[in-house]
């Protein structure tokens, strides 16, 4: 986890190996990156005293980071395992090292994920003073209702989540041009920086993710899981049927005042999510590979890099 955009604002200290990399053709010197602050995971390599030891709580944007962070803590599949009953670090345990990173880095930025009971996700919401136990502070469990899985036609993934207030919630995640076609651009005034930071993350050789999601009635989570409990039972075409759901309640098919168009596909979509951030991963080279590859290259070697 090197960098993340919240609200239009960059966060993240320090330089990729990219960057480095092109600075070096360039017979440029970069300065080292910060060194992490200790009591932080030995494995958390972001560094933005912004961001770190709940610093930005009474900041102007404080509530964009916490739903961010709160995205992160929840919208995922990972489970969380204790070394023995007087164990205080969790160890996660993720289908991919991208769903690792992003539980790992809520923990460290105030938002531990601690457990995962039957459809109840329990998150330590720090109290952020520096110096803290990361992973200590106050409890909230967050019921997971619904998770609709990663698929390659809609390119991301979301769950359906109600709060301990009661407040139902969709937490989306995905590609940028699966999600950002989808944010309401005329309640977003950071739309464009936004897609700013994407552009320059990528050139510096991070992988992007953008996250997102909306407030949902209990009417309109009732007739859609309605259709999806339905769209289960089928005997022929589940799948496609279920993936469809999936799509139309992350891109609100519906037109206002029509009950009845309510999750109809052939109904035009609304541009409705709320952008809660953009997150930046770096992928670690393994030691000489990077000057592996730049002799290869010296040698007129063509390469091609597989994703």
């Known amino acids: 986890f090197k960098k993340c955009s919240i609200a239009g604002i960059e966060y993240g200290r320090g330089y990729c190996e990219v960057e480095r990399a092109i600075a070096r053709r360039q017979g440029r010197q970069l300065p080292p990156d910060p060194k992490v602050p200790s009591g932080l995971d030995p494995s958390f390599n972001f560094v933005d005293e912004r961001l770190l030891w709940g610093t930005w709580k009474n900041g102007d944007n404080a509530e964009s980071i916490r739903i961010l962070l709160l995205n ?118 950071y739309f464009d920086e936004t897609q700013n930071h994407i552009d320059r993350f990528s050139d510096q050789g991070l992988r992007t993710l953008v996250f997102a999601g909306r407030k949902l009635t209990e009417e309109e989570y009732e007739v859609w899981n309605e259709k999806y409990q339905e769209a289960q039972l089928m005997s022929e075409g589940r799948e496609k049927a279920m993936l469809q759901l999936a799509a139309c309640l992350e891109e609100s098919h519906e037109e206002a005042g029509q009950q009845s168009a309510l999750f109809d596909v052939s109904v035009s979509y609304r541009k409705c999510l709320e952008l809660h951030g953009v997150t930046a991963l770096e992928d670690k080279l393994q030691e000489n590979v990077g000057d592996t590859i730049a002799q290869l290259a010296k040698a007129m070697i063509k390469i091609w890099v597989l994703t």
């Not at 106050?138 to 109600?162: C, G, I, M, P, Y």
């Open 72 to 189: 992160l803590a929840i919208n995922h599949t990972v489970q969380v395992e204790y070394a023995n009953l007087e164990a205080k670090v969790p160890v996660y345990q993720a289908e991919s090292p991208d769903e690792g990173a992003f539980v790992l880095a809520a923990r460290n930025l105030g938002f531990s994920f601690k457990s995962r009971m039957m459809k109840d996700i329990t998150v330590c919401l720090a109290e952020g003073w520096e110096g803290a136990p990361v992973g200590e502070g106050k409890d909230e469990t967050w019921t997971v209702l619904s998770t609709n899985a990663f698929d390659n036609n809609r390119k991301r993934t979301s769950v359906v989540v109600r709060d301990p207030t009661g407040q139902l919630h969709l937490f989306v995640k995905g590609a940028d041009t699966s999600v950002m076609p989808f944010v309401d651009y005329n309640s977003c005034p």
